[in-house]
């Protein structure tokens, strides 16, 4: 049978057309392999090899537990390789990042600037997450302040307009940190995203606590750092290992929602409670993911552009702080 994987020189366009390859084979089995006992999702990444990272391009098969085939029934162990990719077993469960369990003080009090890192939330809802970037709303190419579903709605019966205060309830807030007004929320298959609109009193800042300015927005790729700024855990680092993962993720008001073709950030609690709602960055700090969940070991990113797409929204248009302030300085 042909070795799609890859090689260890298998640079850029051809590397990619091997990651291509193995979504087509990811999406063609991933039915199947959810059947198996235990699975809580399928994705594509680098092979793990005694706790290394291969550059093989493999098939990963997400487990509640790994357990030794010898345990398992003979139609409940998962195949080798599919379609001449490896089948990579990762161990693993994920929980969306809300509910903070500490507490960055700087991060959780009131700031005059509104820019991406800090606490935020849904007065009614209750909580704290982390606001993520200004966009620009393409209906109206007004600024908007961009996070999580979970963090400025957080139920189906949320309504436009409802009130987004900073820092968010779990960090104190209350009515007097008023500062936006929710707009539109979106939880489907790919997203978990909502935009709120500033009601002015705070303006709101293009930069994102040690990451600066956040302008232009880029596509992850399999194997590159990228760098986040959360309300809890603060500045992070972490690897992509996985470029399109369909998982189960735990948290939500109906229990496990199941997403697709997710970016998966390796790193050791690179993501908390409280870090929902921030933007993974990568080394040009082009933003390419919109964090909302993870483990211990592992942080769970929606692709930017399915945020954009969704939420009708973009980088580029409309006027922010940074643009009016040499303006009224300069009158």
């Given at each position: 049978?042909?070795?799609?994987?890859?090689?260890?020189?298998?640079p850029?366009?051809?590397?990619?057309?091997?990651?291509?390859?193995?979504k087509?084979?990811?999406?063609?089995?991933?039915?199947?392999?959810?059947?198996?006992?235990?699975v809580?999702?399928?994705?594509?990444?680098?092979?793990?090899?005694?706790?290394?990272r291969?550059?093989?391009?493999?098939?990963?098969?997400?487990?509640?537990?790994?357990l030794?085939?010898?345990?398992?029934a003979?139609?409940?162990?998962?195949?080798?390789?599919?379609?001449?990719?490896?089948?990579?077993?990762?161990?693993?469960?994920?929980?969306?990042?809300?509910?903070?369990?500490?507490?960055?003080?700087?991060?959780?009090?009131?700031?005059?600037?509104?820019r991406?890192?800090?606490s935020?939330?849904?007065?009614?809802?209750?909580?704290a997450?982390?606001?993520?970037?200004?966009?620009?709303?393409?209906r109206?190419?007004?600024?908007?302040?961009l996070s999580?579903?979970?963090?400025?709605?957080?139920?189906?019966t949320?309504?436009?307009?409802?009130?987004?205060i900073?820092?968010?309830?779990?960090?104190?807030?209350?009515?007097?940190?008023?500062?936006?007004?929710?707009?539109?929320?979106?939880?489907?298959?790919?997203?978990?995203?909502?935009?709120?609109?500033?009601?002015g009193?705070?303006?709101?800042?293009k930069?994102?606590?040690d990451?600066?300015?956040?302008?232009?927005?880029d596509?992850?790729?399999?194997?590159?750092?990228?760098?986040?700024?959360g309300?809890?855990s603060?500045?992070?680092?972490?690897?992509?290992?996985?470029?399109?993962?369909?998982?189960?993720?735990?948290?939500?008001?109906?229990?496990?929602?199941?997403?697709v073709?997710?970016?998966v950030?390796?790193?050791?609690?690179?993501?908390?409670?409280?870090?929902?709602?921030s933007?993974?960055?990568?080394?040009?700090?082009?933003?390419?993911?919109?964090?909302?969940?993870?483990?211990?070991?592992?942080?769970?990113?929606n692709?930017?552009?399915?945020v954009?797409a969704?939420?009708?929204?973009?980088?580029?248009?409309?006027?922010?702080?940074?643009?009016?302030?040499?303006?009224?300085?300069?009158v």
């Open positions: 049978m042909a070795d799609y994987s890859g090689r260890k020189d298998a850029g366009r051809e590397q990619q057309k091997v990651v291509d390859r193995a087509s084979i990811k999406e063609k089995h991933a039915d199947r392999l959810k059947r198996f006992p235990n809580i999702g399928v994705g594509v990444g680098h092979e793990i090899v005694g706790g290394k291969t550059d093989r391009v493999a098939i990963r098969v997400y487990v509640r537990k790994k030794p085939k010898d345990q398992l003979p139609d409940a162990v998962l195949p080798d390789t599919l379609d001449g990719f490896p089948v990579d077993v990762i161990e693993d469960e994920f929980w969306i990042h809300q509910q903070p369990p500490i507490t960055l003080a700087e991060r959780v009090v009131a700031h005059t600037f509104l991406g890192g800090i935020i939330g849904n007065l009614l809802l209750g909580g997450g982390t606001l993520g970037v200004s966009v620009f709303d393409n109206t190419g007004q600024e908007m302040l999580n579903w979970h963090v400025l709605c957080g139920s189906d949320c309504q436009a307009r409802e009130p987004i900073q820092p968010g309830a779990f960090d104190n807030g209350t009515q007097t940190d008023l500062v936006a007004e929710l707009v539109r929320a979106v939880l489907s298959a790919n997203v978990d995203a909502a935009i709120a609109q500033p009601l009193q705070r303006p709101l800042s930069e994102v606590w990451l600066g300015f956040v302008e232009a927005s596509v992850a790729q399999l194997g590159s750092v990228l760098r986040k700024s309300r809890s603060g500045f992070t680092l972490g690897t992509v290992s996985d470029i399109s993962a369909d998982v189960d993720v735990n948290g939500y008001p109906e229990g496990a929602h199941h997403f073709d997710q970016i950030i390796d790193g050791s609690f690179i993501s908390i409670p409280g870090d929902s709602g933007v993974w960055v990568n080394d040009a700090t082009h933003v390419v993911g919109l964090n909302f969940a993870g483990s211990s070991s592992r942080a769970i990113a692709h930017i552009d399915a954009f969704q939420l009708d929204v973009n980088l580029d248009p409309g006027m922010s702080v940074q643009d009016w302030q040499p303006l009224v300085i300069n």
